[in-house]
């Protein structure tokens, strides 16, 4: 086929998947690799040259991870060492032993290929976990950050795995030039290291002063490419080269400009990377050997969950974080391609085992969206059927002091981030007591260090005993601040349930989860969207040169308006109908003038009354050089005055005509 044509050809299909995707809500990942399958060789044959295929998706993985390592550091690396170290080295260590000997017990296999199985199953895929969780706001909680721990430490063990797959092979390597290949790999480790610290930056700079776009963008492609082709030459894989690249200019002070002008094309070569994955399937391999295909597959997924919830758990994770972890992890990586390429050419894999092992790796990609969302109703599962066994976190074991105390009236404050924290020092001022929940055990640990006056629990709150210990039929009120918006239903039920006179008050991301968390139970929801918006509108206020004063008082008109519709005790919403995006999102912020002979001149605003009769509010005037904030309903109103109001635009079209002056004739 014309490339042009076969171009053109892909782009509809991909746009027409994409939309179906959109449409019956299944993840970007699944239609790209789906697009893969129909447009390679083994479907529709858009795209039928196999080296094409493999040249795109090298190109796609190399691009893909050079991205990752422009947002991964090695500060953020030496501080979350221990989980990367200890959660990652166990479970890449017992992912290759279970997997191996499961396969070599079950299917015979010798022992070698069964060990090299082990470390293709062994490796994640860093790009697919964290794509899902950027979509699910979810980086920064603590099962992210777990998973960003061991996704760190997988890729670096690509590197001893690539340096053991010839051993494998019996021949390839021999133990008199293992040191030297050894010594190799270091030499290029501190070429890379030298280049981090002085080569890029001398050269970043001197691009930098150009100001030139297109010089800095070639610039920083072609280092990435320069890395990949420097890795490659010492033995290793261009992906990884390509992901130390962005680890290099990643260190720069030049990064945050690199990552901006490379950051836009990061979906592109994503779904460059799953659709020539895609292609290489052959879904008649499905289809002919199903069997192979399916007990492949249950090894990955019971190996893989299994090594991955165990490794969490050795951490000091809360069973739902392992189990999240688990079931996140339980897909094949990036890397394990490229190892699986070098098996092949090898001959330590034959085609056929490369293609069961082809569909089995696809499928458990594909599946890695759903896998995720399972973790919460897999938890609550397995406690329901096994109570006793598999136990919540006992926060009385876990205490390193004494019990709190049998607090009365006091707050329970779920999440200890930046805003628990805020609103644990707002009750500290207030001679509030209050208890807080949080199940990083780093920052359990750090804070019982720092703080010796209040209890800090670890636990997760979505558990009957963690809130119990929490005092919390006692207390008298919950604010629920953590990431985790798929678990924050469950803890407010949960609350209602065990305390139904608290007041519960949550925080939200989205205005559209407001009328859902209400449902439960919850009696005022703080959505970050609506604050941002009452942020925004404070700056824009001040370019109208009103006073500080009168900006806060009008902000506090506005919040006080919006958050009517965000709480229960003033529900302007009962027959749920009403969405409180949509509801409030109309609502703008207008000026207008009172002009001479105007309807509305010489009326007091208790007679004009603009919210009752059209639906719009007065939050101020301004009369010559002075301001009148929150107006009092008997001010009357005089020409020239500018008028601030907020309302729709449909209702400020219909108050319009009662501040407009008289139409002027020619």
Same mark, same amino acid.
């Given at each position: 086929?014309?490339?042009?044509?076969?171009?053109?050809?892909?782009?509809?299909?991909?746009?027409? =998947?994409?939309?179906?995707?959109?449409?019956?809500?299944?993840?970007?990942?699944?239609?790209? @690799?789906?697009?893969?399958?129909?447009?390679?060789?083994?479907?529709?044959?858009?795209?039928?040259?196999?080296?094409?295929?493999?040249?795109?998706?090298?190109?796609?993985?190399?691009? =893909?991870?050079?991205?990752?390592?422009?947002?991964?550091?090695?500060?953020?690396?030496?501080?979350?060492?221990?989980?990367?170290?200890?959660?990652?080295?166990?479970?890449?260590?017992?992912?290759?032993?279970?997997?191996? *000997?499961?396969?070599?017990?079950?299917?015979?296999?010798?022992?070698?290929?069964?060990?090299?199985?082990?470390?293709?199953?062994?490796?994640?895929?860093?790009?697919?976990?964290?794509?899902?969780?950027?979509?699910?706001?979810?980086?920064?909680?603590?099962?992210?950050?777990? @998973?960003?721990?061991?996704?760190?430490?997988?890729?670096?063990?690509?590197?001893?795995?690539?340096?053991?797959?010839?051993?494998?092979?019996?021949?390839?390597?021999?133990?008199?030039?293992?040191?030297?290949?050894?010594?190799?790999?270091?030499?290029?480790?501190?070429?890379?290291?030298?280049?981090?610290?002085?080569?890029?930056?001398?050269?970043?700079?001197?691009?930098?002063?150009?100001?030139?776009?297109?010089?800095?963008?070639?610039?920083?492609?072609?280092?990435?490419?320069?890395?990949?082709?420097?890795?490659?030459?010492?033995?290793?894989?261009?992906?990884?080269?390509?992901?130390?690249?962005? =680890?290099?200019?990643?260190?720069? &002070?030049?990064?945050?400009?690199?990552?901006?002008?490379?950051?836009?094309?990061? %979906?592109?070569?994503?779904?460059?990377?799953?659709?020539?994955?895609?292609?290489?399937?052959?879904?008649?391999?499905?289809?002919?050997?199903?069997?192979?295909?399916?007990?492949?597959?249950?090894?990955?997924?019971?190996?893989?969950?299994?090594?991955?919830?165990?490794?969490?758990?050795?951490?000091?994770?809360?069973?739902?974080?392992?189990?999240?972890?688990?079931?996140?992890?339980?897909?094949?990586?990036?890397?394990?391609?490229?190892?699986?390429?070098?098996?092949?050419?090898?001959? *330590?894999?034959?085609?056929?085992?490369?293609?069961?092992?082809?569909?089995?790796?696809?499928?458990?990609?594909?599946?890695?969206?759903?896998?995720?969302?399972?973790?919460?109703?897999?938890?609550?599962?397995?406690?329901?059927?096994?109570?006793?066994?598999?136990?919540?976190?006992?926060?009385?074991?876990?205490?390193?002091?004494?019990?709190? &105390?049998?607090?009365?009236?006091?707050?329970?404050?779920?999440?200890?981030?930046?805003?628990?924290?805020?609103?644990?020092? !707002?009750?500290?001022?207030?001679?509030?007591?209050?208890?807080?929940?949080?199940?990083?055990? %780093?920052?359990?640990?750090?804070?019982?260090?720092?703080?010796?006056?209040?209890?800090?629990?670890?636990?997760? !709150?979505?558990?009957?005993?963690?809130?119990?210990?929490?005092?919390?039929?006692?207390?008298?009120?919950?604010?629920?601040?953590?990431?985790?918006?798929?678990?924050?239903?469950?803890?407010?039920?949960?609350?209602?349930?065990?305390?139904?006179?608290?007041?519960?008050?949550?925080?939200?991301?989205?205005?559209?989860?407001?009328?859902?968390?209400?449902?439960?139970? !919850?009696?005022?929801?703080?959505?970050?969207?609506?604050?941002?918006?009452?942020?925004?509108?404070?700056?824009?206020?001040?370019?109208?040169?009103?006073?500080?004063?009168?900006?806060?008082?009008?902000?506090?008109?506005?919040?006080?308006?919006?958050?009517?519709?965000?709480?229960?005790?003033?529900?302007?919403?009962?027959?749920?109908?009403?969405?409180?995006?949509?509801?409030?999102?109309? @609502?703008?912020?207008?000026?207008?003038?009172?002009?001479?002979?105007?309807?509305?001149?010489?009326?007091?605003?208790?007679?004009?009354?603009?919210?009752?009769?059209?639906?719009?509010?007065?939050?101020?005037?301004?009369?010559?050089? !002075?301001?009148?904030?929150?107006?009092?309903? %008997?001010?009357?109103?005089?020409?020239?005055?500018?008028?601030?109001?907020?309302?729709?635009?449909?209702?400020?079209?219909?108050?319009?005509?009662?501040?407009?002056?008289?139409?002027?004739?020619?």
């Amino acid at each position: 086929m014309d490339v042009i044509l076969a171009v053109v050809c892909l782009g509809i299909l991909t746009v027409a =998947l994409l939309f179906l995707g959109r449409r019956f809500k299944i993840p970007s990942i699944v239609c790209f @690799l789906v697009i893969g399958m129909l447009a390679g060789p083994y479907a529709l044959s858009i795209v039928s040259d196999q080296s094409t295929i493999e040249t795109i998706g090298e190109i796609g993985v190399i691009l =893909l991870l050079f991205t990752i390592g422009l947002e991964f550091s090695f500060e953020r690396l030496l501080k979350a060492w221990r989980v990367v170290v200890i959660g990652g080295a166990f479970q890449v260590c017992t992912t290759i032993v279970v997997a191996a *000997l499961i396969l070599h017990m079950i299917n015979g296999v010798m022992f070698t290929e069964a060990i090299f199985f082990g470390f293709l199953v062994s490796l994640s895929s860093t790009a697919i976990v964290m794509k899902i969780l950027q979509d699910r706001g979810e980086v920064e909680t603590v099962p992210g950050r777990t @998973l960003l721990g061991i996704l760190i430490f997988q890729d670096l063990a690509v590197i001893p795995m690539l340096l053991l797959t010839p051993v494998l092979m019996g021949s390839s390597i021999s133990t008199a030039s293992l040191p030297f290949e050894i010594i190799k790999v270091i030499a290029i480790l501190a070429i890379l290291i030298v280049s981090a610290h002085w080569v890029v930056p001398w050269v970043m700079y001197r691009v930098a002063r150009q100001k030139n776009r297109e010089l800095f963008v070639f610039t920083i492609a072609g280092i990435c490419f320069a890395v990949a082709w420097l890795t490659n030459a010492a033995g290793l894989s261009y992906s990884l080269g390509a992901f130390m690249a962005g =680890l290099i200019i990643g260190e720069s &002070e030049f990064s945050i400009d690199a990552v901006s002008n490379i950051i836009p094309f990061r %979906d592109v070569f994503a779904a460059i990377f799953f659709i020539s994955i895609g292609m290489l399937l052959d879904t008649s391999v499905i289809l002919s050997q199903l069997s192979i295909v399916i007990t492949l597959l249950a090894i990955i997924l019971v190996a893989k969950v299994l090594t991955g919830s165990v490794a969490s758990a050795i951490l000091g994770m809360p069973t739902r974080v392992s189990i999240f972890v688990g079931l996140a992890l339980a897909q094949i990586g990036e890397f394990s391609f490229v190892l699986a390429k070098n098996g092949v050419d090898s001959n *330590l894999m034959g085609p056929g085992p490369y293609q069961f092992f082809l569909a089995a790796a696809i499928i458990t990609m594909a599946l890695t969206p759903f896998t995720m969302n399972m973790a919460f109703p897999v938890t609550n599962l397995l406690y329901r059927l096994f109570p006793d066994r598999i136990k919540r976190p006992d926060p009385r074991k876990d205490a390193s002091g004494p019990a709190p &105390e049998e607090l009365s009236g006091h707050i329970v404050i779920v999440g200890y981030g930046m805003t628990g924290k805020s609103v644990a020092r !707002a009750a500290e001022i207030l001679g509030i007591p209050y208890n807080a929940i949080d199940m990083d055990p %780093d920052v359990v640990a750090r804070e019982r260090a720092a703080d010796t006056h209040h209890e800090i629990i670890f636990g997760d !709150a979505t558990h009957r005993e963690i809130l119990e210990y929490a005092g919390i039929e006692r207390a008298r009120a919950l604010v629920v601040v953590i990431s985790e918006q798929n678990v924050v239903p469950g803890i407010i039920h949960l609350a209602r349930e065990m305390a139904p006179s608290i007041y519960i008050v949550v925080r939200t991301r989205h205005v559209n989860d407001v009328r859902q968390l209400l449902d439960l139970g !919850a009696d005022e929801v703080i959505p970050e969207e609506f604050e941002t918006s009452v942020r925004i509108f404070s700056r824009v206020l001040a370019k109208y040169t009103l006073p500080e004063s009168d900006i806060d008082t009008l902000t506090k008109v506005v919040r006080g308006n919006g958050y009517r519709m965000f709480s229960r005790a003033h529900d302007p919403l009962p027959s749920g109908n009403q969405d409180p995006e949509r509801a409030f999102g109309d @609502l703008h912020i207008h000026t207008l003038e009172v002009g001479a002979g105007a309807p509305s001149v010489g009326k007091t605003l208790r007679q004009l009354d603009p919210w009752n009769t059209r639906g719009v509010g007065i939050l101020a005037i301004r009369r010559g050089a !002075a301001s009148v904030t929150s107006p009092h309903p %008997d001010l009357i109103v005089l020409p020239g005055d500018v008028l601030i109001l907020y309302g729709s635009e449909t209702n400020i079209s219909r108050f319009r005509p009662l501040v407009a002056g008289p139409a002027k004739t020619a």
